[in-house]
């Protein structure tokens, strides 16, 4: 291990470290989350990805990331029905910049743990 190469203390022992951006599951979902905000569409690929990958063998850290991903989804799908639906009483217009805001965070988060590796630290939230 050299100066420029650190091991964190909560990357697992034996994982390699990265270099560059790396494509794998969680990430992939995570991103197509993200593109769901240009294309309105991609986020439900996302979802059936993160619920078809659940199932497969898989490393141990990205058991949460699929959990994780499937409450991100389930959470946006909430929040924008709730918001729609509270357009009426105003209150709508507050919950959907929220909600998107918190898709986003969370999407962001997951992505910066799957690039190293890191299990999320608690999958079951409803927040962040």
Do not use: C
Not at 32 to 51: C, E, K, N, P, R
Not at 64 to 77: C, K, M, N, Q, V
Not at 87 to 96: D, Q, S, T
């Amino acid at each position: 291990m050299t100066e420029f190469d650190p091991k964190p203390a909560d990357r697992p022992a034996g994982s390699a470290p990265t270099t560059g951006f790396e494509f794998n599951n969680p990430t992939i979902i995570n991103l197509l989350y993200l593109a769901s905000y240009v294309t309105g569409i991609t986020g439900i690929v996302g979802v059936v990805l993160a619920y078809v990958w659940r199932g497969e063998p898989k490393a141990q850290w990205e058991v949460s990331h699929y959990e994780y991903a499937i409450r991100t989804f389930w959470i946006f799908l909430i929040g924008m029905v709730l918001g729609f639906l509270l357009m009426v009483a105003l209150i709508g217009f507050v919950i959907l910049p929220l909600v998107s805001v918190l898709v986003i965070v969370r999407s962001v988060m997951s992505i910066l743990k799957a690039q190293k590796q890191l299990p999320m630290p608690n999958p079951g939230s409803w927040l962040v």
